[in-house]
């Protein structure tokens, strides 16, 4: 299953590899969304990973190495989502982020302007680990009394 990116700039672009994502990408932020119960999940994902190797023999420093991460089967942090098949579920990039502080940033905005812990439909249980959905929806629940 692919990753499908929907901007207001073009038209509809499908990432299979990572060689189709611009130059300098870090990672990427996302909506993954099951077809069948319609329960939709906001995070981020990094496309390569460090791994420090030992150093070779003779050497003090270790050697790094970087490698791709399994982005294209993921299908999210939450184990709700774990469980799913990605092809049972629709991927969509949000955003394409050139480093991880803005791809912070840009997780935390549409997990904010779609309103995930406000909307059952989402399985986001926190946003940054500062706002949780069962606090959020008791004081909403307490101000419509």
């Not at 870090?26 to 994902?45: A, L, M």
Request: glycine share 4%; hydrophobic share 25%.
């Amino acid at each position: 299953m692919d990753w499908r990116s929907k901007s207001l700039k073009s038209n509809t672009k499908f990432y299979k590899s990572i060689d189709d994502f611009p130059k300098g990408t870090v990672g990427f932020v996302y909506r993954i969304t099951n077809k069948d119960t319609n329960e939709s999940y906001i995070g981020k994902k990094i496309l390569m990973h460090k791994r420090t190797l030992k150093p070779l023999k003779g050497y003090k420093r270790k050697r790094v190495k970087y490698v791709e991460s399994d982005w294209k089967t993921y299908t999210g942090s939450n184990e709700i989502t774990k469980t799913w098949n990605p092809e049972d579920c629709y991927r969509e990039i949000l955003e394409v982020c050139c480093n991880k502080t803005i791809m912070s940033y840009f997780e935390t905005k549409y997990q904010f302007i779609l309103n995930v812990l406000e909307n059952d439909n989402y399985l986001n249980y926190n946003i940054a680990g500062k706002y949780y959905k069962d606090k959020i929806q008791e004081y909403i629940k307490k101000s419509k009394k």
